[in-house]
């Protein structure tokens, strides 16, 4: 028997999602992001999906070149950038654009050989101290690039730290003005929202907006759930009750005896544990559906199993599905039981699902 263990991939969903992107930035062009195989959802199959943007983001070279290879003509951007000389050739025989954040990058330009071939996005450092140029830095890095007969579009672009936390709006808008202050009068395309952008700051919107959580049905905040932005879960994980055990008062569950019956009660056995990308972190009460109805976790999340309450769920037995994330359970409740953020959840699930 096949293990039951699976996850669900709604495409129409992400075209939902999609339309939802659209209506808060109906002038931006949409830089779908789709790194780490597509938060967890599988490049290809999203890239489908998503077929009518007008680009994909993501980290991987090889992810890139498979999706070239598909026939996208779209941009293709690599937000992390090339690696050595090796990877900008490849990006030249693949045309694909790279974001380019430090000295180092501008020094390997000449292996580039097509005569404005190579577009870039040139980020700027406003403030998270991760990737990009200095305010003081920035002039000299777009002088690089535009003396450069290799280099065609660039297009100026930075990241927000805090567009996703409810009380940092002066931090978001602090960034935004160095951002301008630093772009005035280049007359260069511009690229600024996240999710948590698109949504709360229709003034960074500009030329390219670059959404990711926010296509795959999750709330990029904590402050508002994906039903509340009428976001639609992409990703439904799920399995099935492979065993019962009838427990005594006093009877223990699982490693460590973490969870303790204080009744007489019945515990579902689920295939399904941390090496699958459930988070080992749940709590005993993390939320679960079982034929529909709600219940919780119990004791400690096993390496490929975990224990559910099945008290008052008389119709439960072996071979009953189980919801553990996704439709009719947002996969926030489950991070925020965990822990972690919904992003962690997503990327862990792994790709042998």
Known sequence: MTRPFQVLINSSALGHNLSIVRKHAPRARIMAVIKANAYGHGLLCVAEALSSVDGFAMLELDAAIRLREAGYSQT?????????PKELALCEQYHLSTVIHHSEQL???PVYKRRGGLDVFLKLNTGMNRLGFTPEQFSFALRTLQSNATVGQI????HFSCADEINDKADV??????????AAGKNLPRSLANSAAILHYPETHVDWVRPGIMLYGASPF???????????PVMTVSSKIIAIQNLK????????YAFQANQPMRVGIIAGGYADGYPRSAPTGTPVLVNGRRTRTLGRISMDMLHIDLSGIENAGVGSSVVLWGDGIPVEEIAQSAGTVNYELLCAIQPRM
């Not at 293709?76 to 050595?84: D, K, Y």
């Not at 808008?173 to 630093?182: A, G, P, R, V």
């Not at 008062?249 to 460590?256: A, F, I, L, P, Q």
């Open 155 to 158: 297009t100026l672009m930075s």
């Open 249 to 256: 008062t006093g009877d223990r569950v699982g490693y460590g």
């Open 173 to 182: 808008l602090e960034q935004l003005k160095i951002f301008n202050h630093t």
């Open 222 to 232: 904590t402050h508002k759930t994906s039903m509340e932005l009428d976001l639609l």
């Open 76 to 84: 293709i951007l690599l937000i992390e950038g090339f690696f050595s």
């Open 107 to 109: 020094e390997m330009l």
